[in-house]
């Protein structure tokens, strides 16, 4: 079982402010691996990667990036497998066909 212990009652100061305390009963075994996991890849403390799910979860959402358009069709140039880009080719096979009757 995950424990963090943290009370409302006391307080802990972090860079000079103080910091309200929280105690979570019951967390799920699930959740405490993913948490200790989390942790262990980030090399954080237990705490530490707590703060840091509730502060992405709470916090008000970013502004978006600015994207850059471009008015091309570089961006899909490479993207297709060999199969997409055979099956494309021959739906096209039709359109690609010269009616000599026409160019006369």
Not at 17 to 35: G, S, Y
Not at 45 to 73: H, M
Request: charged share 30%; with cysteine.
């Amino acid at each position: 079982m995950l424990c963090i212990g943290v009370h409302h009652g006391d307080a802990y100061r972090y860079n000079n402010r103080r910091m309200k305390a929280i105690t979570i009963r019951n967390l799920p075994a699930d959740v405490a691996r993913v948490i200790r996991q989390k942790a262990k890849i980030e090399g954080t403390s237990l705490n530490r990667t707590v703060i840091n799910l509730l502060r992405e979860r709470v916090s008000a959402p970013k502004k978006p990036c600015k994207r850059t358009r471009y008015r091309d069709l570089s961006a899909l140039a490479g993207s297709w497998t060999r199969a997409e880009a055979a099956e494309f080719n021959k739906h096209l096979s039709a359109q690609r066909k010269i009616d000599s009757e026409l160019w006369k």
